[in-house]
Nanobody, 119 residues
Framework: VQLVESGGGLVQPGGSLRLSCAAS????????MEWYRQASGKERELVAT???????NYADSVKGRFTISRENAKNTGYLQMNSLNPEDTAVYYC??????????????WGQGTLVTVSS
């Protein structure tokens, strides 16, 4: 199972970006999809969570600005990021709790995509 992020890049303060996370391989479903970020010199932090039944949760620092969503039929997740500021600069990672088969779950990380917010 692989998760591949895309959509990162350079954006000006106040701008928007939409990150995508596409899953491929052999699996039953993605139970939970999450977005993490890691800024230079800092620990990786959880940004947003979306379960397969539609529940979402956000870090306080991004509430009201970021929106996590999923297209379960396409095994793809998204992170819409609005009103970006320089403190949002980080490598963003997708993480999935994947039901491989039966009752076997596996945690899978994507490779990360860099988001830089700068004028």
């Amino acid at each position: 199972v692989q998760l591949v992020e895309s959509g990162g890049g350079l954006v000006q303060p106040g701008g928007s970006l939409r990150l995508s996370c596409a899953a491929s391989g052999s699996f039953v479903s993605i139970t939970v999809m999450e977005w993490y970020r890691q800024a230079s010199g800092k620990e990786r932090e959880l940004v947003a969570t979306a379960t397969s039944d539609g529940r979402t949760n956000y870090a306080d620092s991004v509430k009201g600005r970021f929106t996590i969503s999923r297209e379960n039929a396409k095994n793809t997740g998204y992170l819409q990021m609005n009103s970006l500021n320089p403190e949002d600069t980080a490598v963003y990672y997708c993480y999935g709790t994947v039901l491989i088969t039966g009752r076997t779950y596996r945690g899978v990380w994507g490779q990360g995509t860099l988001v830089t917010v700068s004028s």
